[in-house]
């Protein structure tokens, strides 16, 4: 025997024993596709004994749906054959003898032999990859969907921040603006009432007393604006629902007004329908006391406000009327933005959040407002909210 007999015949052992023992499965396939020589770790990917693969396609190891692609790309591979690995870019699966699909990873090869051109491939299961992959994946999106909702959080927070802060340099204008006016009157008033000692003098002590009752009424309520509006953005306004008589409950509020009618001005009040509600007595409180407010605010003396409340069950419906300056055209769409003051009210004195405020207590009402408005000639408002009393 030649060296050259010990050496090849050496490494066709060789050979035969990294084929047999790979660890990898290892199929040649001739041009046609047929299956040439298996491997054992490649009869055991497949489930398949070596003669139910010898001589049968390829393609029985590969899922019916991609049958057709993959006799195309393997006709193409024997036009140019080259080692490399195969479907880059892509997925891959196999098909078992059971009809399971599996992901693989699959490198091709080739050789020649007696003139004809074969084909190898090295095929790995990669199920095991491709879940640890897919449990990554699954862990990242819950992490980007938790820096998403974190980062949501922290916008809204910002905003509400900004908010914040907007409030508190607009309180200290409007608070250094619209404080000076009942300060100064009030501060005028108390020296005043000191030269008007003597018993006849009453009438005049009595018009400044009631001067300082009025601005400190109105320095009161800028606070409240500015503490309810505080608590509305905040979301710590509760509604709870009570039984309120409805016309007795306003026909209080009408009373609570007199005190800052204008000279000549009344409040007119008609009820119809049944009388009995469920809401929140504080809320509608504020409502009715805003509404009226501005009617007697924004009219001049002696004119007439009108409050009509109404029981259409379900319904509630409740019209604050007056006849005062109205509401240009042009600025209507903006009067419940806050701060908003239309510019024939400057004069008056005011902080442009009470209608803010109001619609927001008529949303907590499950309510909705709306109001008409001609300049010169007067405004409605209408509010309607539920009854909240089955018959
Ligand atoms: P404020 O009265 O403190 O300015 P509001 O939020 O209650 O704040 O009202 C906002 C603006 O809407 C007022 O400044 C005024 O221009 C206008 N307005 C509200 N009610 C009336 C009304 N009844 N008649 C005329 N204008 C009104």
Redesign the pocket.
């Known amino acids: 025997m030649s060296d050259q007999n010990v050496i090849s015949l050496e490494s066709e052992i060789g050979f035969r024993a990294l084929f047999e023992n790979a660890t990898i499965g290892i199929l040649v396939v001739g041009k046609k596709g047929t299956i040439e020589l298996v491997n054992p770790n490649a009869r055991k990917l497949f489930g398949y004994t070596n003669t139910e693969l010898i001589g049968k396609s390829i393609e029985i190891l590969i899922p019916e749906s991609l049958h057709g692609k993959h006799e195309h790309h393997r006709e193409s591979y024997f036009e140019k054959p080259k080692s490399r690995p195969m479907g880059l870019g892509g997925d891959l699966y196999a098909r078992r003898k059971d009809g399971t699909v599996f992901p693989v990873e699959i490198s091709l090869g080739y050789y020649e032999l007696g003139g004809e051109k074969l084909a190898m491939a090295f095929v790995s299961d990669i199920t095991r990859r491709k879940e640890a992959e897919n449990k990554l994946n699954k862990i990242n999106e819950e992490l980007e969907q938790r820096v998403h909702e974190r980062t949501l959080e922290l916008t809204a927070a910002l905003e509400r921040e900004i908010e914040l802060n907007e409030l508190k340099s607009r309180f200290v204008s409007i608070a250094s603006h619209e404080f000076r006016t009942p300060l100064s009157a009030i501060l005028s008033s108390v020296s005043l009432l000191e030269r008007y000692s003597a018993p006849e003098h009453l009438e005049k002590r009595t018009r400044h007393n009631e001067r300082i009752k009025s601005s400190v009424r109105d320095l009161v309520d800028i606070l409240n604006d500015f503490l309810s509006l505080d608590k509305l953005e905040q979301g710590k306004m509760e509604v709870t629902h009570e039984t309120i008589n409805l016309p007795e409950f306003c026909e209080s509020i009408v009373e609570d007004l007199k005190g800052i009618l204008k000279e000549g001005q009344h409040i007119h009040y008609l009820h119809t329908g049944a009388k009995e509600i469920r809401q929140d007595k504080k809320i509608l409180r504020n409502v009715l006391l805003?509404l009226l407010s501005?009617?007697i605010?924004?009219s001049p003396e002696g004119k007439e406000i009108h409050l009509s409340t109404e029981i259409i069950s379900p319904r509630v419906l409740i019209n604050v009327k007056?006849s005062?300056?109205?509401?240009p055209e042009e600025e209507q769409k903006h009067?419940f933005r806050k701060f908003?003051?239309?510019k024939?009210?400057t004069s008056i004195q005011?902080?442009?959040?009470?209608?803010?405020i109001v619609q927001r207590y008529v949303e907590l009402m499950e309510g909705e407002i709306g109001f008409t408005?001609k300049p010169d000639e007067g405004?409605i408002f209408t509010v309607k909210f539920p009854q909240n009393i089955s018959e």
Request: glycine share 24%.
């Open positions: 805003n501005n009617g605010k924004y007056d005062g300056i109205g509401i009067l908003f003051r239309a024939n009210a005011g902080t442009g959040l009470g209608l803010n408005s405004t």
